[in-house]
């Protein structure tokens, strides 16, 4: 099992920039994906963004030119670069890992991982 505990969320203007971080520990050497997803009140649970252990990147098409994610695999460390940020990318961010198959591309999927941070809320205004 991974543990992953996020960070670096906030409340920003439309238009600004935030960068999460979610810091992995535990079995980290099967861990194949990491994604970040969100949760926005009364919404299902959607991916974000996943990188594979090799770097290869999957975007939503709504994050797609705006948001970046990126890793430091000596580090165990998985990072969102979050730019010209909306209002509607209002919700709780979670990083996620998932260590029984290795991917060649990551899905954006939530029933692919297992591994779930506790969120960091980003908080977009008008």
């Known amino acids: 099992q991974v543990q992953l505990v996020e960070s670096g969320g906030g409340s920003v203007q439309s238009g600004g920039s935030l960068r999460l971080s979610c810091a992995a520990s535990g079995y980290t050497t099967r861990r194949y994906c990491m994604g970040w997803f969100r949760q926005a009140p009364g919404k299902e649970r959607e991916g974000v963004a996943s990188?594979?252990?090799?770097?290869?990147?999957t975007y939503a098409d709504s994050v797609k030119g705006r948001f970046t994610i990126s890793q430091d695999n000596a580090k165990n460390m998985l990072y969102l670069q979050m730019n010209s940020l909306k209002p509607e990318d209002t919700a709780m961010y979670y990083c996620?890992?998932?260590?029984?198959?290795?991917?060649?591309?990551?899905?954006?999927?939530?029933?692919?991982?297992?591994?779930w941070g506790q969120g960091t809320q980003v908080t977009v205004s008008s």
């Open positions: 990188i594979s252990k090799d770097g290869r990147t």
């Open positions: 996620a890992a998932e260590t029984n198959v290795n991917y060649y591309t990551c899905p954006t999927r939530r029933d692919v991982y297992k591994d």
